[in-house]
């Protein structure tokens, strides 16, 4: 799902069979919602893992895609009502977990991020340029080998972005844009992991018995 920022009453809705719902009225008693388009034909079926919408134009959308073979992310330019695949050089990856979020940046919307099943990654053109087959950079350096579970502009800390992994505590880094020091382009930029969260082991080391009815 997706709210358009600064637009909350415009809602976008997916569900596991492709299906695309738009709502103009959300925040109304009894919300309407309309059917505007399914993506199964694109994806094959596949999960949208997350929705984003671009701040600023309620109708352009962006799609993270969850699996390999299959585009990572897709776009739309008219409210949800047709996509193009956006993603075409973004890798797999090993444990066919494909993209997980997508991003825009409230404070520069042609920048869009994407966090993939390891890493993130980062175009610079709002999705506009569909025949571009290297428009994704990998962005920062130093993530742990982890998956990532959340991507986020972090309230805390203006222009940077924060991203969650799975036992590999948070980390942060300064987004592309930043007021002060326009961006040259290099993606360069480290993450920064946050001091006192714990960390599990990866792989786990963990192990526990399960018992149903007393038999182990």
């Not at 059917?35 to 309620?58: E, F, H, K, Q």
């Not at 956006?86 to 066919?96: A, H």
């Not at 080998?145 to 940077?160: D, K, Q, V």
């Not at 505590?169 to 001091?195: H, M, V």
């Amino acid at each position: 799902v997706a709210t358009a920022p600064g637009r909350p009453g415009i809602f976008y809705a997916a569900d596991d069979a492709g299906n695309v719902y738009r709502s103009s009225n959300v925040l109304d008693p009894s919300p309407s919602f309309t059917l505007v388009s399914n993506v199964s034909a694109l994806t094959g079926g596949r999960l949208i893992n997350n929705l984003a919408v671009s701040p600023g134009d309620p109708d352009r959308v962006y799609a993270a895609i969850y699996a390999n073979g299959v585009p990572h992310a897709l776009a739309s330019f008219d409210g949800a009502r047709t996509w193009s695949d956006i993603g075409s050089n973004l890798p797999d990856t090993p444990c066919g977990g494909g993209a997980q979020f997508v991003l825009v940046d409230p404070h520069h919307p042609e920048d869009i991020y994407i966090a993939m099943a390891y890493g993130v990654y980062v175009r610079r053109d709002g999705g506009c340029d569909t025949s571009d087959p290297s428009a994704w950079e990998v962005f920062g350096q130093g993530l742990p080998n982890a998956a990532i579970t959340r991507l986020t502009m972090t309230p805390w800390a203006p222009y940077h972005i924060g991203v969650g992994t799975y036992g590999r505590s948070a980390w942060i880094c300064p987004a592309l844009y930043q007021p002060s020091q326009p961006s040259d382009g290099s993606y360069g930029e480290n993450w920064d992991g946050y001091t006192g969260l714990p960390t599990l082991p990866n792989p786990s080391d963990w192990s526990f018995n399960a018992t149903s009815g007393g038999q182990a």
